[in-house]
Nanobody
Framework: QVTLVESGGGLVRPGGSLRLSCAASGRTFTFSSYAMGWYRQAPGKLRERVAFISWSGGDTYYADSVKGRFTISRDNAKNTGYLQMNSLKVENTATYYC????????????????????WGQGTQVTVSS
């Protein structure tokens, strides 16, 4: 079992940047062995994928809406994943969640929300002038 805790959200102006962190802990869970992802959910909308990263960090996937602006990374020595968000837009306002699963290793377009069984509580990102 793993516990994921997101942090780093906040209020930022359009064009600004934020770096989200996802700290993983668990006695029997080896964070460095599994893929992880970031999702977001805006008010009144379904949760949507943002980015995925493989267990090693060697493969990544980004939703088209964030390509070139967001960067997913991980530090397996620290059991922490990150989402660097640059050039933020008002429409990026949402609660951002990190997720992982002990059966996932790779990152790709084929990953679905239902593939992830462990989720954090979310961190709020508000982009507003």
């Amino acid at each position: 079992q793993v516990t994921l805790v997101e942090s780093g959200g906040g209020l930022v102006r359009p064009g600004g940047s934020l770096r989200l962190s996802c700290a993983a802990s668990g006695r029997t869970f080896t964070f460095s062995s599994y893929a992880m992802g970031w999702y977001r959910q805006a008010p009144g909308k379904l949760r949507e994928r943002v980015a995925f990263i493989s267990w090693s960090g060697g493969d990544t996937y980004y939703a088209d809406s964030v390509k070139g602006r967001f960067t997913i990374s991980r530090d397996n020595a620290k059991n922490t994943g990150y989402l660097q968000m640059n050039s933020l837009k008002v429409e990026n306002t949402a609660t951002y969640y990190c997720a992982t699963d002990p059966d996932l290793y790779c990152a790709g377009d084929n990953l679905a929300e239902g593939d992830f069984t462990s989720w954090g509580q979310g961190t709020q990102v508000t982009v507003s002038s």
